[in-house]
């Protein structure tokens, strides 16, 4: 199943709900498009929810780290929003989980941006 990434706006925060899998190839392309367009349009407020993603391979965790250290070297945040199991246990695995600011809850996470 190809990444589908879905945008939307919610109190000054850009959320990109992702569906499918982040692997090597399309979808970690994809995901790299869309956060480069966003900060590139100055956004510094974005929140990945990942409550739909089945899988990330490391292609995919590239992908996030970059993201990641792209937004911090614009003065941007990109956060973490509704991990799947599968996706937690990696981010646990590869240390990740602590680089990440990740939440459960959608409220929660828009308001840390505040």
Do not use: P, W
């Amino acid at each position: 199943m190809a990444l589908t990434i879905a945008t939307r706006q919610l109190d000054g925060v850009t959320i990109l709900d992702l569906s499918g899998r982040i692997t090597l190839g399309e979808g970690s392309v994809q995901l790299r498009d869309a956060i480069r367009d966003l900060i590139g349009k100055g956004v510094k407020h974005i929140l990945l929810s990942l409550g739909n993603v089945n899988y990330i391979d490391s292609s995919g965790l590239g992908e996030l780290v970059s993201a990641f250290t792209t937004a911090k070297n614009q003065n941007a945040d990109v956060k973490l929003l509704n991990l799947t199991k599968k996706v937690k246990d990696v981010l646990q695995v590869t240390k990740l989980y602590t680089v990440f600011d990740i939440y459960d809850d959608e409220a929660h996470a828009i308001a840390s941006f505040k």
